[in-house]
């Protein structure tokens, strides 16, 4: 079991950087890919950035690319999201999810663990 944790949300004015994170806690063990979600009200959940393992594998939405930054420090097994220049319409609750745990005592990475979220207001 791994608990994930986001923190740092909060309201920003547009243009200006917030940046939140992920800590997860537990059996982390098993732990391979940070998965930003976000969900603006009204809106469908959407994949917003990825970090892999070893940080060599990042992906973006076309609508964040240039503007966020996904980096993790395993040492803590935390990862962040560095949100620069955000316009109003970034606002949403932001969910980090770990992939990786353990099915049947092994390594799965199908297995998946998601945070409470924390939200991000985008002030004009």
């Known amino acids: 079991q791994v608990d994930v944790v986001e923190s740092g949300g909060g309201e920003v004015q547009a243009g200006g950087s917030l940046r939140i994170s992920c800590a997860a806690s537990g059996d982390t063990t098993c732990m391979s890919t940070y998965v930003w979600y976000r969900q603006g009200p009204g809106k469908d959940r959407e994949m917003v950035a990825s970090?892999?393992?070893?940080?060599?594998?990042?992906r973006y939405a076309d609508s964040v690319k240039g503007r966020f930054t996904i980096s993790r420090e395993n040492a803590k097994n935390t990862a962040y999201l560095q949100m620069n220049n955000p316009p109003p319409e970034d606002t949403a609750v932001y969910f980090c999810?770990?992939?990786?745990?353990?099915?049947?005592?092994?390594?799965?990475?199908?297995?998946?663990?998601w945070g409470q979220g924390t939200q991000v207001t985008v002030s004009s």
């Open positions: 970090i892999s393992v070893r940080g060599q594998d990042l």
């Open positions: 999810t770990v992939r990786g745990g353990r099915k049947n005592f092994l390594c799965n990475s199908d297995v998946n663990f």
